[in-house]
């Protein structure tokens, strides 16, 4: 079986949730299929800057192959061409814009996937609100398998997506909430597969290891991730201050990453900046739990991780998909303001037994869903159960012009808006 992996940035060095579930379903499934990933040379998601040469390298044992993005992002244009269709009545030509504005622009990829389409048997295409995955559904829908690897953002309803979401071969979910969303948006009847992704959780971390590198004292709760406002770090940054106030003997909170947002001078916070993975996974193993204050999320790997190393997490309830999780999970608990976020908090820090029993809950649930092997062997049921169903209805075209340019479609947070809410429990 040959499969095409396309993704908008692709490389060991490059951070992104999508970016990095595409290499490693990319190097998982090549342990059983022949791989080559389709992506572009660019390296930074904001401007889309020509970084990696064209053509064809190996990237740890997976061949992958680049094209050049025609033009860089303009911030300003795209902010503005994204409050249109976000937030206004538009057009699909307001629409196929805004993608543009957004890029990467890539037709030499797209022209790829065109002629290779033949060649292939199926493509998984990563993250579905970006350039190459819309215009290579298009181009290879009868062998298109689509990750949308979709939050409650408004993009996802924005009318241009209804038939890629509906006329792809398959669709990939990373959680039953993603499902429930898309289904809900698009129309889509088929259910798709709920996959997600697992990680290389190391066997052995080593907590002790951490602790001396970095002279970390007494018990901690981390955030790992992008420091930034749009992954709730602002608010956690708040809310962990006003509850170390509170609990002046509590948990001191460690950061993992880099990012945006400043990092506010406090005795019981520290940033230890971008680690590597060894170093990443010890302090994982070292923390007494793992706090996710995004409000959107398709799946979160690290809190896979911190489950998989037998640790319980503490959410953001108004992430639909991290509360399902944790729920189904039994794994951590969740809060919707400060006072749950202080009361929680004080529990796990409080009650050390309790913090052993919810990360056990969360590793089982790891091991049953997120573990490699099962998530190989779910793609690869995937794949031979395309092979003996009929194919997809060809993709209808894009309207032509008049049409194009009516400015009859509702504002796509409006769609998401009206999409039911919540997490999933069955």
């Known amino acids: 079986m040959k499969l095409a992996v396309v993704v908008q940035r692709y490389g060991v060095d490059v951070s992104g949730g999508a970016e990095l579930e595409a290499r490693f379903v990319a190097e998982h ?3 059983h299929a022949t791989v080559e990933v389709l992506t572009t040379c660019a390296k930074d998601y904001l401007h889309w800057k020509n ?3 064209a053509g064809v390298e190996t990237v740890r044992g997976v061949t992958v192959r680049r094209f050049r993005v025609a033009r860089q992002r303009h911030l300003g244009d795209f902010a503005r061409r994204s409050h249109r269709v976000f937030e206004e009545p538009h057009s699909i030509a307001d629409e196929l814009q805004w993608l ?5 622009v890539s037709p030499g990829l797209v022209r790829h996937i065109s002629r290779v389409r033949n060649d292939v048997d199926f493509f998984l295409f990563f993250c579905f609100r970006y350039y190459p995955s819309f215009h ?4 290879a829908a009868d062998r298109a398998v689509l990750v949308p690897t979709a939050e409650r953002d408004p993009a996802v309803g924005l009318a241009m997506f209804g038939p890629i979401f509906r006329e792809a071969r398959g669709l990939v979910y990373n959680s039953y909430e993603e499902r429930a969303l898309i289904q809900n948006v698009s129309g889509r009847s088929a259910a798709g597969a709920v996959i997600g992704v697992g990680s290389e959780v190391p066997e052995r971390p080593q907590p002790w290891r951490f602790r001396k590198k970095f002279n970390v004292r007494g018990p901690f709760a981390i955030y790992v991730g992008r420091i930034d406002a749009n992954k709730g770090c602002k608010t956690l940054f708040e809310y962990f201050a006003r509850h170390a106030t509170r609990r002046p003997h509590g948990l001191n909170l460690i950061l993992v990453g880099t990012g945006p947002l400043a990092v506010p001078s406090h005795p019981r916070i520290r940033a230890l900046g971008y680690l590597s993975e060894e170093d990443k996974f010890d302090a994982l193993a070292a923390a ?5 204050p995004s409000p959107y999320e ?3 790997i690290v809190t896979l991780e911190a489950w998989a190393l037998g640790k319980p997490v503490l959410v953001n309830g108004r992430c639909d998909v991290l509360r399902g999780q944790t729920i189904r999970s039994g ?3 969740y809060y919707d303001s400060f006072e749950d976020f202080s009361e929680a908090l004080y529990t796990l820090e409080s009650t050390g037994p309790l913090g052993v029993v919810l990360g056990q809950s969360g590793r089982d649930y790891y091991r049953r869903h997120y573990a490699w092997p099962v998530v190989e062997r779910k793609y690869l049921e995937m794949f031979d159960r395309l092979k003996r169903e009929r194919a997809a ?3 209808p075209a894009l309207p032509g012009y008049f049409a194009r340019r009516a400015r009859r479609e509702p504002p796509g947070r409006q769609i998401m808006n009206a999409a039911p809410a919540g997490a999933v429990l069955r």
Do not use: C, H, N, Y
């Open 298 to 300: 398709s799946l979160s």
């Open 136 to 139: 290579g559904v298009r181009a």
């Open 100 to 104: 543009k504005s957004q890029g990467p």
């Open 288 to 292: 007494d739990v793992l706090i996710m």
């Open 51 to 53: 970084e990696f040469p």
């Open 393 to 395: 209805t060809p993709m």
């Open 331 to 333: 794994g951590g608990l």
């Open 29 to 31: 499934l090549a342990r």
